[in-house]
């Protein structure tokens, strides 16, 4: 059974501090990784994918992958009140005929 | 707004009703999903679409009965619905079943009385 595991928080920063978010998974041979944001009661939004080992930034946000470790994270600079959300890790193996599979989450707080 | 568009965006219904859940889409996706999900928890994968065939049925109940009558539409048929099935429905596409991301609608709230 392939599964990807969060730390389901709430995990509560002040304003202005970075925001890290962890994800580890089972399938070794994942290739594609999945951060997304979701507010209470609305959809799930594409915040960064990553495919390759390292850092990849866009914006405020910096994903990190370590196939090795069979780990992924999202850091969130400079945290706002507006970052407040639930933060879903998703990955999908090898094969196009793979599912994704989603984390259970992490509530993130952004303390004004 | 995404670029995936489902309607309605709420659905009250019975438990002997039958309606019909819709999504569309227009980014060129040949890759279409439909989610369940229920409150403080992932979504859970029902269905997947590819190349307007259905690809995955994941054990789904026969009362959810999806439909793909083209490459822009998808559309879930309710029916019989049991009070456990209230959730948020949400359907999502991608370019193919490769490694692109899945964009998500903004789903429909359904309750079941």
């Known amino acids: 059974q392939k599964e990807v595991e969060q730390n389901s928080g709430p995990l509560s920063v002040p304003e202005g501090a970075i925001a890290s978010l962890n994800c580890t998974y089972s399938d070794r041979v994942s290739q594609s990784f999945f951060w997304y944001r979701q507010y209470s009661g609305k959809s799930p939004e594409l915040i960064m994918s990553i495919y390759s080992n390292g850092d990849k930034e866009d914006g405020r946000f910096t994903a990190q992958l370590n196939k090795a470790s069979q780990y992924v994270s999202l850091l969130i600079r400079d945290s706002q009140p507006s970052d407040s959300a639930t933060y879903l890790c998703a990955v999908k193996g090898e094969t196009s005929y793979d599912k994704v599979i989603f984390g259970p989450g992490t509530s993130l707080s952004v303390i004004p | 707004d995404t670029e995936v568009t489902q309607t309605p965006k709420h659905l009250v219904m019975g438990m002997t009703n039958k309606k019909s859940l819709k999504c569309e889409q227009h980014m060129g996706h040949r890759a279409m999903y439909w989610y369940k999900q229920k409150a403080k928890k992932p979504p859970e994968l029902m269905f997947v679409?590819?190349?307007?065939?259905?690809?995955i049925n994941e054990s789904v109940p026969s009362r959810f009965s999806p439909e793909c009558p083209n490459s822009s539409l998808l559309n879930l048929h309710l029916h019989a619905l049991q009070p456990e099935d209230s959730a948020l429905y949400l359907c999502?596409?991608?370019?193919?079943?490769?490694?692109?991301?899945?964009?998500f609608g903004d789903g429909t709230r359904l309750s079941i009385l």
């Open positions: 679409y590819s190349y307007e065939k259905l690809s």
């Open positions: 999502a596409s991608s370019h193919d079943r490769g490694h692109q991301p899945q964009h």
